[in-house]
């Protein structure tokens, strides 16, 4: 450290010592696909962090759907309020299990970039709609955002992020490492830090889209009264709180305890699997099965949760009457581009060559906002509105 500043090979230096094992270290990543110079002061991944959080595909999460439409209501979790809240937990997870918590929350930050509008709906009406073209999966189509379609540097295109951070968004996902090219080692599994992107975004999403639910009233609270995580961590909560009867206070201390338990419980179990298993990163890419775990018991504690919100919220009348809008939204849309191209902006017209007509078109529907597709299908289907 010369006076105050800290340099980069310095934080690296940090890192060796302090860091697990099992961990991935910046100085070790196999580096950038186009030659950059280090920088002075960041690790190579606090730069894909950086990087990540200053492209126009994160920004547009804000209005991306998570359960309910951007229009539905102020206060519920939209791609990006939900991506901050999975980040958040991975970095606890990550800092507890001495792993690289810049990694970790570069992977975080960009798990969703790949997400269509109007949420899980969104994707399956792009699945159905690219099935002859390809096909569209949300984490290829991340990859493929950092890779290729950001554009903000005039010597590459994408991102221009690290091997581990890419590698690590095509295969987070338990199952998904056959969906990576023979670039990122299909055969093998993540890192332990992209491993538990995907246990820090279940977490996020379980717990909140229970506090969402009640909020709407699609999800009435007696409804998980014989759930047995909900019932213990209110049980656990009225034991400790005997100040307020504030049912709201009561809701969000309850959803906040979920949280701690499945957060703790993650964090314990992989532990014990990380120190069976793990003596190096090399261990970790070989083992034949991940790492990051719930124990027995909390799996099957969160699955009954899971399962109790898929019948009472996920297939609530409400949430299905916007599913089926936003597919007839997006297939209207694509069908229109498709049968008259010139519809299309000419930076998307461009693309064609290079992409195809039915890539290029998916790029432009996946990338946009909730707000921006209702907007242009009112530009094409209303008499009304101005084009």
């Not at 950038?32 to 730069?47: D, I, N, S, V």
Request: hydrophobic share 35%; glycine share 4%.
């Amino acid at each position: 450290m010369i006076g105050n500043m800290l340099h980069r090979e310095e934080w690296e230096a940090f890192e060796i010592e302090h860091l697990g094992a099992w961990a991935m270290l910046s100085a070790s990543s196999r580096g950038r696909r186009y030659q950059e110079a280090e920088h002075p002061f960041r690790t190579c991944f606090q730069r894909d962090r950086d990087r990540i959080v200053h492209c126009s595909s994160f920004r547009r999460l804000e209005y991306k759907t998570q359960v309910f439409v951007n229009h539905e209501g102020d206060h519920y979790r939209t791609r990006l309020t939900h991506t901050l809240e999975a980040s958040q937990i991975s970095r606890t997870i990550a800092r507890a299990l001495r792993l690289n918590e810049d990694l970790t929350e570069a992977l975080a930050l960009a798990h969703d970039l790949g997400h269509t509008p109007f949420g899980h709906a969104g994707e399956e009406a792009m699945r159905d709609l690219m099935r002859d073209h390809g096909g569209f999966e949300h984490n290829r189509q991340s990859l493929r955002i950092l890779e290729v379609i950001e554009r903000r540097y005039p010597e590459f295109p994408g991102l221009n992020l690290t091997w581990e951070v890419r590698e690590g968004v095509i295969k987070h996902s338990p199952g998904h490492e056959k969906l990576a090219d023979s670039e990122y080692e299909p055969e093998k599994s993540p890192c332990i830090e992209s491993q538990v992107i995907d246990f820090a975004d279940e977490i996020a999403y379980i717990t909140h889209d229970v506090d969402d639910g009640l909020a709407s009233g699609m999800l009435e609270p007696d409804s998980l009264a014989s759930v047995r995580l909900w019932a213990d961590t209110r049980e656990g909560l009225n034991k400790r709180m005997t100040t307020t009867t504030d049912e709201q206070i009561v809701i969000y201390q309850t959803v906040r305890g979920l949280i701690n338990s499945l957060t703790t419980d993650l964090i314990q179990e992989t532990s014990r699997q990380l120190h069976k298993h793990a003596a190096s990163i090399e261990d970790v890419r070989n083992h034949p099965a991940r790492l990051v775990a719930f124990s027995d018991e909390m799996l099957a504690k969160k699955d009954e949760l899971k399962s109790r919100l898929f019948e009472k919220l996920y297939h609530h009348y409400r949430v299905i009457r916007m599913g089926n809008k936003a597919r007839r939204i997006l297939t209207d849309l694509f069908q229109t581009y498709v049968a008259n191209p010139m519809q299309l902006p000419p930076n998307i017209q461009s693309r064609q060559d290079d992409e195809g007509l039915h890539r290029a078109i998916c790029d432009y529907l996946a990338g946009m906002t909730d707000r921006y597709a209702l907007d242009e299908h009112k530009r094409l289907f209303d008499p009304h509105e101005r084009v």
